[in-house]
């Protein structure tokens, strides 16, 4: 089964499966020592840029600035749910998101 | 590889959506399959339909277009029925309550709550009257703006009415340009003002004088008979959106009123050709713009595009631009103005461009007993009734109605721009236009200007779309988050400084991330630092220009105070900011169908 993934809206949604699942504005905790210094950045998304897959993990990047240093910048791929049967399953909010390692 | 958008729109796009769409509100929302809903209401933005954010599925925001500004008499009777009876939904604004018009920075008229069951019967309704959602979204030619009291204007230079009123018969429903890369904004100003904000436009026509010969071609700088004629110089590339903004650039060209829409029609056509339309971030003309340079713009618009020769650019009136210019007399279009047929036209303030149904039906009222029943709309967010004579002028000016929407407003009132925020719009970051009431109201009873300085330009804008259009603000603020005592808050960004005029700037984003019930102790510190240290007649931009940005950082001086804010720690995720069960998962369900 394929499933649909898009950034919509001037980058305001991810959509899954023609549903808007994840949106812009809220505050993530990264573990993204590449966007900024701070051990653990406090970004407000403000745009995705790009949605991908990898596995059954839903990625994106994402536009957006650390509200701990000011850094702004599109971050590495983050996790932002899974696909488990079909369904989209989103990561609690309040998670910690690492940027994918190689 | 082209992106999705334009992969749906090479399917079906521009008029014949119109038919889908009537299919859908016929069958019900419901009807639209699950997995073509992104493409339908990605091609309903091309008829004026935006799906509402989330947690409100099956609601849609209606965005009329209307050319200029321009409303004839009975055009916004129209509106405030259509308000009354369709822009009602399961939400209520606490300070504007239910069904209201939303009166945009380009001349438009937004409407909320509308369902898609609504639709046909709200198109007969508007087209009937003369009105139209077409293209007033999507990614064609938007709504043409310009000097709203073009035809009327005593400091008029060219009646450009006339000229948008072609564009806009042109242009719409034009298969050959129904389908561009992206958003077309086109701004057509007759006046010496500027109010026609072309500078900000992807396409700008503005008023110049050009030497011609006795068959009306221009003969150079100088040359010819010595007869001036008016037309138009063209500047091409400007845009305030995604942290990228750009002032429109000179192309060096001049065109007579005739020919308008020729050139028009050519840069447009140039950019649906070669637009980008691989990358939605990289596609409106202003990348193309940096990328090619005005010279080739104007060169390939020669060779490709237009049949005749190009003319170079006239002489400008920019020198005499006040619009919006955080300077000089005339930065907007309030108060009682000298119409050139000796009535009069008289701007009213509408805080945050927001007006009940209500009122917007009692307006209508007025417009038709005291003017010609037209009323015009600004680019900032304020209405114009136009054609009062002077003998009904003081009658006019005491009507009730006018207590709320005051042609002698605060300045803070008067200043006061916002976006739809996060009530509505997906991409907002913050809630901002009852924040921004708010703030106009704390500042009013709390804060002075210099004395000399009677306008004060606050635009509230959500995120970097820049909708209220914040970079061209003497104080500017973008919707941010921050935390405070460790909790998230929404928060807004600072800028100060910008305008537009003879020589536009953008605001200098100088202060960050300040918390959003700190702003208006903040302007108000900033605006004690201004009357302590302002030089002799000197404006905020001029004061502004004259200090370094960590200078300015220091005036801002965020600051606790009685101002209260109700939607400081609206953070969490709902379906609607003021609903008091106002949790996501508190949504209400799809509206059922009539």
Not at chain 2, 432 to 439: A, D, I
Request: with cysteine.
């Amino acid at each position: 089964m394929t499933t649909s993934l898009r950034v919509l809206d001037d980058g305001a949604w991810i959509s899954v499966d023609d549903h808007r699942e994840v949106r812009v504005s809220e505050l993530w905790r990264l573990d993204a020592p590449g966007f900024c210094g701070c051990d653990m950045a406090d970004l407000v998304v403000e745009n995705f840029q790009e949605v991908g897959v990898d596995g059954a993990r839903v990625e994106t990047r994402v536009h957006g600035q650390c509200i701990a240093c000011g850094e702004t910048g599109v971050t590495d791929w983050l996790p932002v749910g899974r696909v488990r049967g079909g369904e989209f399953v989103e990561y609690d909010r309040s998670c910690v998101r690492r940027t994918r390692r190689e | 590889m082209p992106t999705d958008v334009e992969n749906w729109k090479s399917e079906v796009y521009g008029n014949e959506i119109r038919e889908h769409l009537f299919e859908f509100a016929e069958r019900g929302f419901d009807s639209i399959p699950d997995d073509e809903r992104d493409a339908w209401f990605e091609r309903f933005k091309w008829w004026g339909l935006y799906h509402q954010r989330n947690g409100q599925e099956g609601y849609f925001m209606m965005r009329i277009g209307t050319p200029n500004g321009v409303l004839e008499p009975g055009q916004l009777r129209v509106v405030g029925e259509i308000a009354d009876e369709y822009a009602r939904g399961p939400g209520t604004n606490p300070i504007f309550g239910d069904a209201y018009a939303d009166f945009t920075t380009r001349q438009s008229i937004q409407l909320h709550w509308i369902e898609l069951s609504d639709v046909p019967a709200i198109f007969e309704k508007l087209e009937t009257n003369g009105l139209s959602t077409q293209q007033a979204c999507g990614d064609s030619w938007r709504n043409v703006v310009g000097n709203p009291v073009a035809g009327k204007d005593g400091r008029e230079v060219i009646d450009a009415w006339p000229v948008i009123r072609d564009l806009n018969e042109t242009f719409k429903g034009n298969d050959d340009h129904a389908n561009l890369p992206r958003k077309w904004k086109v701004s057509v100003t007759g006046s010496a003002d500027g109010s026609g904000q072309g500078d900000i436009n992807d396409l700008a026509f503005e008023p110049a004088y050009k030497a011609v010969d006795g068959n009306g071609s221009g003969s150079g700088e100088g040359g010819g008979s010595g007869e001036d004629a008016v037309g138009f110089n063209v500047r091409v590339g400007g845009g305030l959106a995604r942290n990228e903004p750009r002032f429109a650039r000179d192309i060096d060209v001049w065109v007579p009123p005739e020919r308008v829409s020729d050139v028009a029609g050519g840069l447009s056509a140039l950019f649906r050709d070669h637009g980008d339309r691989e990358d939605r971030y990289n596609a409106r003309i202003k990348f193309l713009v940096d990328e090619w340079g005005p010279e080739r713009v104007r060169e390939t618009l020669q060779a490709d595009y237009v049949d005749f020769e190009l003319e170079t650019a006239g002489r400008d009136v920019r020198e005499e631009y006040t619009y919006n210019a955080g300077e000089g007399e005339r930065n907007d279009l309030v108060g009682v103005h000298d119409q050139k047929d000796g009535r009069n036209f008289v701007g009213l303030n509408v805080l945050v461009g927001r007006m009940g149904a209500a009122d917007v039906l009692e307006l209508a009222d007025l417009a038709a007993e005291y003017g010609s029943g037209e009323v015009r709309l600004s680019q900032r967010q304020n209405v114009v009734v136009t054609d009062v004579p002077d003998e009904k002028l003081d009658d006019f000016l005491e009507s009730d109605l006018l207590e709320h929407y005051s042609p002698s407003p605060s300045p803070f009132m008067r200043g006061s721009v916002a976006c739809t925020g996060t009530e509505f719009c997906s991409l907002s970051i913050v809630e901002t236009k009852n924040r921004q009431v708010r703030f106009a109201r704390w500042l009013k009873e709390n804060a002075e200007l210099p004395d000399g300085v009677e306008e004060f330009h606050v635009h509230l804008s959500g995120c970097t779309a820049s909708c209220a259009q914040p970079q061209i603000a003497d104080v500017s603020l973008r919707g941010m988050k921050t935390r405070k005592d460790g909790e998230p808050v929404e928060a807004l960004d600072v800028g100060l400084g910008g305008g537009l005029g003879e020589e536009p700037g953008f605001a200098r984003w100088v202060t960050q991330r300040v918390p959003a019930d700190e702003v208006p102790g903040a302007i108000a510190n900033l605006l004690e630092r201004f009357a302590d240290e302002r030089e002799e007649g000197e404006s905020f931009r001029a004061f502004v220009a004259r200090h370094d940005d960590e200078e300015l950082d220091a005036f801002v001086d965020p600051e606790e105070t009685d101002y209260e804010d109700p939607m400081l720690h609206n953070t969490k995720r709902t379906w609607y900011p003021y609903a008091e069960n106002d949790a996501l998962d508190d949504a209400p369900p799809v509206p059922a169908d009539d």
